[in-house]
């Protein structure tokens, strides 16, 4: 009996040796069969090859990205770049281009100084004057005199005030020996003046219209530049009665 389970015992080993060795192989084939089936070789297609990867350095780093060029910045001093957007300021027209003008109208002690502040400007024959009459307009003035002594010490008396624009009347008749201090085409100018020469301590003037002829002078200017335009405003300043007028040449 103990030699039959010791030859049971050993076929047993035996058995489950071989199936260790060789068992495994023969699962192995069935099994590659039934995968290989699975597979469906018909329907299996190749994909295009893609692109090899870019060899990354020996440190390991990715390569850094490619950045478009940054704009050069501006040099210190120099002008900054103007975008093709912005439009160039216009240039007027008349920049550059010289200009006419009339200043007026001037009589006595303003025409004077006039004169004076325009030769100054050095306009030579750029500059001309002309005359307009006016059948009546406003004076201020002194009444007539009874003696040519009379008339004198008025005319001293005047200038201690500081009054330089003066005219003596020698026509016979009615304003013999008046002294005209200055002719207005307005009343109101006239009015103005009389006013300042009350500050100036002349109470013996007076003002009225004038019926007879005045005169008063008008100065045009041609060829002005900015800078003489702007010397004249400057100089109009001090004749509030007048007018500049600009304008552009005439051929």
Wanted: glycine share 8%; hydrophobic share 45%.
């Amino acid at each position: 009996m103990l030699k039959w389970i010791v030859g049971l015992l050993l076929l047993a080993n035996l058995a489950l040796f071989g199936w260790m060795k060789w068992g495994s192989a023969l699962t192995e084939d069935a099994q590659a069969g039934a995968v290989q089936a699975a597979l469906n070789p018909d329907k299996i297609k190749l994909l295009e090859s893609l692109p090899a990867p870019s060899a990354i350095p020996a440190s390991g780093a990715a390569p850094a990205p490619t950045l478009p060029a940054p704009a050069s910045a501006p040099v210190a001093g120099a002008p900054l770049p103007v975008p093709a957007s912005t439009p160039t300021p216009a240039v007027t027209a008349a920049s550059g281009t010289p200009n006419c003008a009339e200043w007026g109208e001037f009589s006595g002690a303003d025409l004077a100084r006039a004169q004076q502040a325009l030769a100054e400007l050095k306009l030579g024959d750029r500059l001309t004057q002309r005359l307009l009459e006016q059948d009546h307009g406003y004076w201020v003035y002194i009444p007539p005199l009874k003696s040519r002594a009379a008339v004198e010490k008025k005319i001293s008396q005047l200038k201690e005030r500081g009054v330089v624009d003066y005219f003596v009347v020698q026509e016979k008749g009615r304003w013999l020996n008046a002294i005209s201090l200055g002719v207005f085409k307005t009343e109101e100018a006239a009015q103005k003046y009389l006013a300042t020469l009350k500050t100036m301590k002349v109470r013996s003037a007076t003002m009225g219209e004038r019926k007879s002829k005045l005169k008063f002078t008008v100065f045009a200017m041609k060829g002005l530049d900015a800078g003489l335009l702007e010397r004249l405003n400057v100089m109009q300043k001090g004749f509030p009665d007048s007018q500049l007028k600009v304008m552009a040449c005439s051929n």
